[in-house]
């Protein structure tokens, strides 16, 4: 079994535990969330055709990992009405540093959907190319994150 722990700085704290999806290459959270955004949805599949790491992968109740984001202003949006509707993931987990467009709209769900969605920047390109889908990821309020896999 892999156990290994990596520190990142905790943008949104929290402490949980949830299934890694991974991507390699930049979110973009209008895209990968535009057919989840509707009142009848029961589920956020990723919908951006251009992140082949995450395409048409489950992203509610999972633990994104990624480098960073990309997109517009209209991401910040986006974040909080996935968290308004349900459908937000349990925690984004960022190699890198966070951008200002994603902190805002993390933020935003949590102030005004009231939704944490953990969140954890500067984890490393090490953490990035260890982590793997289905890994069961460990979320701790200090910006600890715990991957276990059991192969």
Same mark, same amino acid.
């Given at each position: 079994?892999?156990?290994?722990?990596?520190?990142?700085? @905790?943008?949104?704290?929290? #402490?949980?535990?949830? %299934?890694? +999806?991974?991507?390699?290459? !930049?979110?973009?959270?209008?895209?990968?969330?535009?057919?989840?955004? =509707?009142?009848?949805?029961?589920? @956020?599949?990723? @919908?951006?055709?251009?992140? =082949?790491?995450?395409? %048409?992968?489950?992203?509610?109740?999972?633990?994104?990992?990624?480098?960073?984001?990309? !997109?517009?202003?209209? @991401?910040? *949006?986006? /974040? =909080?009405?996935?968290?308004?509707? !349900?459908?937000?993931?349990? *925690?984004?987990?960022?190699?890198?540093?966070?951008?200002?467009?994603?902190?805002?709209?993390?933020?935003?769900?949590?102030? /005004? *959907?009231?939704?944490?969605?953990?969140?954890?920047? =500067?984890?490393?390109?090490?953490?990035? #190319?260890? +982590?793997?889908?289905?890994?069961?990821?460990?979320?701790?309020?200090? !910006? #600890?994150?715990?991957?276990?896999?059991?192969?």
């Amino acid at each position: 079994m892999l156990s290994k722990t990596f520190k990142g700085r @905790a943008i949104l704290p929290g #402490s949980l535990e949830g %299934e890694a +999806v991974v991507s390699k290459t !930049g979110f973009n959270a209008y895209a990968s969330f535009s057919n989840s955004l =509707q009142e009848s949805a029961v589920s @956020a599949e990723c @919908a951006d055709s251009s992140n =082949q790491d995450l395409f %048409e992968k489950r992203l509610d109740g999972k633990i994104i990992c990624l480098p960073n984001t990309i !997109g517009s202003t209209s @991401a910040g *949006a986006v /974040w =909080q009405r996935v968290a308004h509707l !349900g459908l937000a993931p349990l *925690a984004v987990l960022f190699s890198n540093p966070i951008d200002s467009l994603a902190a805002g709209g993390l933020i935003i769900a949590d102030l /005004w *959907a009231n939704k944490r969605i953990v969140t954890i920047d =500067q984890l490393g390109d090490d953490f990035l #190319s260890t +982590v793997n889908n289905g890994d069961l990821i460990t979320v701790q309020e200090d !910006g #600890s994150v715990i991957i276990n896999r059991l192969s």
